[in-house]
């Protein structure tokens, strides 16, 4: 295996790495907030996709971000748990 291959393959393992790190929720001192996306800013999968930035509608009930523990429910529309 040659140098570059060596760091593409490395580079692919990281982004895998990040995924399942991401998909595992928010870091401490974060919370999951409900209904406060914007369309394209959602932070990890929802609604039968697995990538962040995919929400297709601003407001979505079901895609989430990650925001600063007890700041969600301050926040109009947003929720601790997803809407249906």
Do not use: F, T
Not at 1 to 29: C, Q
Not at 42 to 55: I, R, S, T
């Amino acid at each position: 295996m040659d140098k570059r291959h060596a760091l593409i393959i490395a580079a692919v393992g990281s982004l895998v790495a990040l995924g399942v790190a991401e998909a595992m929720g928010p870091k401490e001192g974060m919370e999951k907030c409900y209904g406060v996306v914007k369309a394209g800013k959602n932070d990890c999968g929802a609604n039968g996709h697995g990538c962040a930035g995919q929400a297709k509608a601003d407001g979505d009930k079901k895609e989430w971000l990650s925001l600063p523990k007890g700041s969600c429910e301050r926040i109009v529309g947003g929720s601790l748990q997803p809407g249906g």
